[in-house]
């Protein structure tokens, strides 16, 4: 076959990979319009706040490496038009030059690129997107001669950036049109928590705030929030990403809510096209709902899945929990499944807990705080969890995904094995602790008759009637005599066994304590 890849992102160059693994014979051509490959955008603050050394390091391939397992990767050659009927596309090189392909089986994992708000000046200099190799580098060079950095937007992106930026003694300020930092995945109490962090070290943060205009007359001079003008020599534009889907629309795929629509197998409802990635969209665990997953983690395991269908095994993407995590400077933070705020909007009735634990032994030293809140049903199935703290956040939010995938209650989790080091951990580990709070407060709101109370076995008299009923069926006659002849025969059965097993060893029955002696156990 000739396998047509458009997008050489985490799910496009996974799929590849996959395909190949299966598939040694098929041809496998990938398309991208970016000059590098199978790199990770989550990398780049890191790398401007010097934790990693260069851009060349978070390159992890380069197209040589993939065309050593014969897959050809054409760099900076963007496909123009795709002919579903004839199976045909058009793409076009950086030079303007243009050629057809035949392809067998097509897969759209365009992603996303970045949503640019219509903000006046957007397009000054200085102003800048953070989506690429090339966006990471031209960012780090000029923040070299800059004092003010503004931050439109507070998502993982913006916040990590912003945070290695004041590292560096630049002065930066976050503006976030929502009333809260990180709002999909943190309740306000603990956003405000990593806020009060960020603010410690310097970062004004602006939440519920539009920044109305960039200003300058070439090049960024100031920006507008709320009607205050505030100091900028350079802008950054970290509000998210949108799912590219035009050439998906073109062909007819099938648009859902958010993007494409696929089937759990990555299919389209267009025959031999598939997708993967941020340009399709997913199924949320908690709810049932229709999301977007615009995360790694998610495009890889599309990639993986689409591969395996494509090569003819049955396995499906199962719905999402959209765990994340992320470091801003010394501080952790991570959650999984749905808020708070999300779960009473969708009318859900729920518990909570939110504790202040150690991620060590409290007298083992360099011990850190960590804040948990956990979200539970008030059956005590979780289906949320937040954490914040300077360690030991990352490999529990990974705990709480394999919890909450299997849709285990708190109860599980009390009794729950975790392991355990005074340097690593507690002997109750902080997730035990927070489930075994819920578990209280489900109590007392049973006590208070707020939860009903559910419903318990038959009683002893209900089973005793059911066991006199069956009884009465049969006479006491019957029993004695049904009861007297299985007994008779089951002891002649074990005579029977005893003498035939006697007969065919020839050998004589030792006692247990003859047996040891021969064994040279006892004297």
């Not at 001669?145 to 950036?161: H, P, W, Y």
């Not at 229709?290 to 689409?306: D, E, H, K, N, W």
């Amino acid at each position: 076959m000739n396998i047509v890849i458009i997008g050489a992102g985490a799910s496009g160059l996974t799929a590849a990979s996959n395909i190949r693994k299966y598939d040694e014979e098929s041809q496998i051509i990938v398309f991208t319009t970016q000059k590098h490959v199978a790199y990770s955008p989550c990398a780049i603050p890191y790398v401007i706040g010097g934790h990693i050394d260069t851009f060349e390091d978070i390159i992890m391939h380069k197209p040589t490496d993939y065309l050593r397992k014969n897959i050809k990767i054409f760099t900076e050659t963007q496909v123009v038009e795709i002919n579903n009927d004839i199976t045909e596309l058009t793409y076009e090189d950086k030079k303007g030059n243009k050629q057809n392909l035949k392809y067998d089986k097509l897969v759209i994992a365009t992603g996303g690129k970045p949503l640019i708000p219509p903000i006046p000046g957007k397009d000054l200099e200085g102003v800048f997107k953070v989506r690429t190799v090339e966006d990471g580098e031209e960012i780090l060079a000029y923040s070299q001669n800059c004092k003010n950095v503004t931050l439109v937007g507070g998502g993982a992106i913006g916040l990590e950036l912003g945070s290695e930026l004041a590292n560096k003694g630049i002065n930066v300020t976050i503006a976030e049109m929502m009333p809260q930092l990180f709002p999909r995945s943190f309740d306000q109490e603990m956003s405000d928590k990593f806020q009060e962090h960020l603010q410690s070290n310097n970062i004004e943060i602006l939440t519920g705030s539009a920044v109305q205009s960039i200003n300058g007359e070439t090049k960024v001079e100031s920006v507008t929030i709320d009607g205050e003008e505030k100091p900028a020599d350079m802008v950054i534009l970290s509000t998210g990403v949108r799912p590219q889907t035009e050439l998906a629309e073109s062909i007819g795929c099938e648009l859902g809510q958010f993007a494409i629509k696929v089937t759990p197998h990555m299919e389209t409802t267009v025959p031999n096209v598939y997708a993967a990635g941020d340009c399709v969209e997913v199924t949320n665990a908690i709810t049932g709902e229709i999301t977007l997953s615009p995360l790694g983690t998610t495009a890889v395991r599309q990639g993986i899945i689409l591969a395996k269908n494509l090569a003819g095994h049955e396995i499906d993407f199962q719905p999402v929990l959209n765990s994340t995590v992320s470091q801003i400077g010394n501080m952790e933070m991570g959650a999984v499944g749905i808020t708070q705020q999300e779960a009473e909007k969708k009318g859900i009735d729920v518990v909570i807990s939110s504790i202040d634990s150690l991620s060590r032994a409290r007298y083992y030293p360099g011990s850190k705080p960590l804040h948990i809140k956990l979200i539970a049903k008030t059956d005590g199935t979780i289906i949320g969890c937040q954490m914040f703290g300077q360690e030991a956040v990352a490999e529990r939010v990974d705990t709480m995904t394999a919890i909450m995938s299997q849709k285990l209650t708190c109860d599980d989790v009390v009794s729950m094995e975790f392991s355990y080091a005074p340097p690593v951990s507690q002997v109750t580990d902080p997730i035990a602790q927070a489930a075994e709070e819920i578990l209280e407060k489900i109590d007392e709101l049973k006590a208070e008759g707020k939860i009903e109370e559910e419903p318990s076995e038959p009683e002893n008299e209900e089973v005793e009637e059911i066991a006199e009923e069956e009884v009465e069926e049969t006479t006491g006659e019957e029993v004695e005599a049904a009861a007297e002849e299985e007994v008779e025969e089951t002891a002649e059965e074990e005579v029977e066994d005893t003498v035939d097993e006697s007969e065919d060893s020839g050998e004589e029955k030792v006692s247990f304590t003859e047996y040891l002696r021969q064994q040279g156990l006892i004297n």
